[in-house]
T-cell receptor, first 112, second 115 residues
Framework: DAKTTQPTSMDCAEGRAANLPCNHS???????VYWYRQIHSQGPQYIIH???NNETNEMASLIITEDRKSSTLILPHATLRDTAVYYC?????????????FGTGTRLQVTL | GAVVSQHPSWVICKSGTSVKIECRSL??????MFWYRQFPKQSLMLMAT?????????EQGVEKDKFLINHASLTLSTLTVTSAHPEDSSFYIC???????????FGPGTRLTVT
């Protein structure tokens, strides 16, 4: 069962920052927060992950609250190609907890 | 990131026939591979997890005799849908991981249509 809650859909103007929230209030101390996205009819693409510190890579930034009960994925300058379904996933590293379980995600629509 | 390929990208088969889908990790050794299924407008559902050289572990509700998974090498896993029926029509996606502490990468998916 998915352990995260995300808004169903969001819109963002091209060139603006897209901020995608995720609630994971039952996250355990050794579980990571992962973000993937899925462009229509393709396999999911890894974006970023973190444990408790904020993370940044060439694609996005991940902001995790101090209590780790929620996080925000930030796409700093959204483009039309960022239109996709974004999945926030909590994952452990051993046994069944290490499986990636997908929820319903947030459908991000980037518009001109 | 690492590359995972799937073949074929799409397949149409007649009801009652079997279809094999291949999943390969191209630039890393995948100790664990995963198979997901996705119906239109739905999220990905994990079907099974396989470790190289071991039998696959199937999720609850997934028929192991219908969805045969083989993970004979560190770079190849296959999913065979046996005696396919129209309700098996779906988007099948494989995923591979080098180890428990490594990232999980996904293939591009295979769209199966059973007529």
């Amino acid at each position: 069962d998915a352990k995260t809650t995300q808004p169903t859909s969001m819109d963002c103007a091209e060139g603006r920052a897209a901020n995608l929230p995720c609630n994971h209030s039952t996250i355990s101390g050794n579980e990571y927060v992962y973000w993937y996205r899925q462009i229509h009819s393709q396999g999911p693409q890894y974006i970023i992950h973190g444990l408790k510190n904020n993370e940044t890579n060439e694609m996005a930034s991940l902001i995790i609250t101090e209590d780790r009960k929620s996080s925000t994925l930030i796409l700093p300058h959204a483009t039309l190609r960022d239109t996709a379904v974004y999945y926030c996933i909590v994952r452990g590293y051993t046994g069944t907890a290490s499986k990636l379980t997908f929820g319903t995600g947030t459908r991000l629509q980037v518009t001109l | 990131g690492a590359v995972v390929s799937q073949h074929p990208s799409w397949v149409i088969c007649k009801s009652g026939t079997s279809v094999k889908i291949e999943c390969r990790s191209l630039d890393f050794q995948a100790t664990t591979m995963f198979w997901y299924r996705q119906f239109p407008k739905q999220s990905l559902m994990l079907m099974a997890t396989s470790n190289e050289g071991s039998k696959a572990t199937y999720e609850q509700g997934v028929e192991k005799d219908k969805f045969l998974i083989n993970h004979a090498s560190l770079t190849l896993s296959t999913l065979t849908v046996t005696s396919a029926h129209p309700e098996d029509s779906s988007f099948y996606i494989c995923s591979a991981r080098a180890g428990g502490y490594n990232e999980q990468y996904f293939g591009p998916g295979t769209r199966l249509t059973v007529t």
